[in-house]
């Protein structure tokens, strides 16, 4: 991997983490066309989720300053599901990041979850601790990766009767916490070996960020429009793809 590898998959990174179509699914994907990849465990992964995170603490920063005690309460419990899953299940899910027909399958049944959200109707039902728990399990199942993070929890969000803009906000935020627990985890396991290359995971983070930012503003106004199943037919397009190639 070379700066320029390095700067196109935080490119990769920033525009799919928020845009419902996987971004670990679509690293995985990338990651299969770079001669010679490799990274301890998943943790240049998670670094350039680490941008992404940056971006959603900067377009949130007012949100996030003025949350409420029960509101962050309902993140800590919508975090209980990916941090149990992500811990007990850790083995699994790094062999996953690297099986492509795994990852092309997962990204159809992305695909499929994209083009349902548009046919819920709008609905504007209080964001409570069961349902909070609810999307807490849909992002942890999207661990795997081929399942889009935003897509499953906002899918869950808005089939629980939640408004769609609310949805979408509790998926961001909850992403928080969901992306500090995975970096702390790959950096305790792999950080302390001598095996970064600090200026390429530096160049992922910084593009990550950058891109991630603006494509948090392409997801709410598709919401708006009905337009998440054009997000759903391209999913399903490059998992058939990948799994026929």
């Not at 081929?146 to 509790?170: D, H, P, Q």
Request: hydrophobic share 55%; glycine share 10%.
């Amino acid at each position: 991997m070379n700066l320029f590898d390095a700067g196109i998959l935080g490119a990769i990174q920033g525009l799919t983490e928020f845009l419902p179509v996987s971004s670990s699914g679509h690293l995985v994907l990338a990651q299969s066309l770079i001669p010679g990849f490799s990274q301890p465990g998943v943790l240049f992964d998670v670094v350039l989720h680490f941008g992404t995170l940056f971006a959603v603490l900067y377009y949130f920063a007012k949100k996030i300053l003025s949350l409420k005690i029960n509101y962050l309460l309902l993140l800590f419990i919508g975090t209980i599901p990916a941090a149990l899953f992500g811990y007990f299940f850790a083995p699994f899910l790094e062999a996953s990041f690297g099986n492509v027909k795994w990852v092309a399958a997962e990204l159809i049944i992305t695909g499929v979850l994209n083009i349902l959200v548009d046919k819920f109707p709008s609905k504007k039902k209080i964001l409570s601790l069961k349902n909070s728990f609810l999307v807490g399990v849909a992002q942890a199942i999207a661990i795997i990766p081929g399942i889009s993070r935003s897509g499953a929890t906002i899918f869950a969000g808005v089939g629980l009767g939640i408004s769609k803009k609310e949805a979408a906000e509790f998926s961001f935020l909850l992403s928080i916490p969901a992306i500090l627990g995975a970096n702390i985890l790959q950096f305790a396991k792999y950080g302390a070996n001598g095996r970064i290359d600090v200026p390429y995971y530096l160049t992922g983070l910084i593009v990550s960020f950058a891109v991630g930012f603006f494509s948090i503003k392409v997801v709410f106004k598709f919401l708006e429009e009905r337009k998440f199943k054009y997000f759903g037919y391209y999913a399903i397009a490059l998992g058939l793809i990948f799994f026929i190639l």
